[in-house]
């Protein structure tokens, strides 16, 4: 067995996992008695395929922007550095509430007619940026909505 390791994902075992899948990666309560709940959203398969930069870049403008249309409490949605999905910061917001608001955020990328924020003045790389990429990535997820709570592999002749 590895050492334990203090980062969630990294005890995480890659192999395992059936992309494409939301699953809480972290829960942390404040001092105040709030509740950060810190997702997973996973797009490709870890070690097998991974999402082109340009589209990460949008999926994260596009998200961060038009998700804070339907809730306050989003803190954060952040691309992961393997560029196989993001993490999504919650205030509070469980499971139950947080899969219907990312559906109804991505299908609301689907009508989107450009990036948020895709220039020099709001991005520090206003030029890279896809939404074609990412609409075909979201449409992707969005096709596979009934798996999102399936993170790993059912066992085979189980």
Not at 39 to 68: C, G, W
Not at 127 to 146: I, M, N, P, T, W
Request: proline share 6%; with cysteine.
């Amino acid at each position: 067995m590895a050492q334990r390791m203090n980062v969630e994902s990294f005890n995480l075992d890659h192999r395992t996992v059936q992309a494409p899948y939301v699953r809480i990666a972290d829960r942390k309560q404040l001092p105040g008695g709030d509740v950060l709940i810190k997702y997973d959203v996973r797009f490709a398969q870890p070690n097998k395929a991974h999402l082109e930069m340009p589209t990460v870049h949008s999926i994260e403008h596009l998200t961060a922007e038009l998700m804070r249309n339907h809730t306050d409490r989003l803190i954060d949605f952040s691309p992961m550095g393997c560029q196989t999905g993001f993490y999504a910061i919650m205030l509070g917001v469980e499971p139950d509430a947080f899969l219907p608001l990312l559906e109804t955020t991505f299908r609301d990328i689907l009508e989107a007619t450009s990036v948020p924020a895709a220039n020099e003045v709001q991005c520090g790389w206003g030029a890279h940026h896809s939404l074609e990429g990412a609409q075909g990535a979201v449409r992707d997820f969005l096709a596979h909505r009934g798996e999102w709570e399936t993170v790993t592999a059912p066992e085979a002749g189980a």
